[in-house]
T-cell receptor, first 111, second 117 residues
């Protein structure tokens, strides 16, 4: 089955700096890669996603890049703000609409 | 729309007890799933359903049962609770499009925090 690894597990940045979270996946058949943000005490919420026929996607301060050959994808957050502090999860979707999640990254943005 | 709702929010069980975690969605989604979240391990799929009357196992199904008698509801049953089942449980739903289609966003409920003593 699919295996998704996510790094780093914790990330601390100064407000205004950029943050990058990286994920690798194992199943070359996976073709949908969402990123979720989870705030304390809440369920994960989709923030951006990318499909296998696209190399990069941007939505205001967040962007995701995908390298299918190397089987890795990354989340980029620019001009970080304190409200960006949360746990971020990457995921890969393969057969049967099943999502496999990475272990999560706790992002802390210091004011 | 209420989205995905889960009850209860918190539950404490003793080893060997049984209980049902409730999940409901009002978005007419075909696909529903249950995950457990443990520290440092992300979310792991327990069971999922692609429509009423159809269920299948995910990555960690042992100790759990599910059924899907209606589109809206997808309860998760713990038959005989064990301390290893202490976790936060999330229910999610989505349209069941083809992989890579436009309807794959999964909407998550607020979670149930379960402690088994």
């Amino acid at each position: 089955g699919e295996n998704v690894e996510q790094h780093p597990s914790t990330l601390s940045v100064q407000e205004g700096d950029s943050a990058v979270i990286k994920c690798t996946y194992s199943d070359s058949a996976s073709n949908y890669f969402p990123w979720y943000k989870q705030e304390l005490g809440k369920g994960p919420q989709l923030i951006i996603d990318i499909r296998s026929n696209v190399g990069e996607k941007k939505d205001q301060r967040i962007a995701v890049t995908l390298n299918k050959t190397a089987k890795h994808f990354s989340l980029h957050i620019t001009e970080t703000q304190p409200e960006d502090s949360a746990v971020y999860f990457c995921a890969a979707m393969g057969a049967g609409n099943m999502l496999t999640f990475g272990g999560g990254t706790r992002l802390m943005v210091k004011p | 729309n209420a989205g995905v709702t889960q009850t209860p929010k918190f539950q404490v069980l003793k080893t060997g007890q049984s209980m049902t975690l409730q999940c409901a969605q009002d978005m007419n989604h075909e696909y529903m799933s249950w995950y457990r979240q443990d520290p440092g391990m992300g979310l792991r799929l327990i069971h999922y359903s692609v429509g009423a009357g159809i269920t299948d196992q995910g990555e960690v199904p042992n100790g759990y049962n599910v059924s899907r008698s209606t589109t809206e509801d997808f309860p998760l049953r713990l038959l005989s609770a064990a301390p290893s089942q202490t976790s936060v449980y999330f229910c999610a739903s989505s349209y069941h499009g083809t992989s890579g289609g436009d309807y794959n966003e999964q909407f998550f409920g607020p979670g149930t925090r379960l402690t088994v003593l």
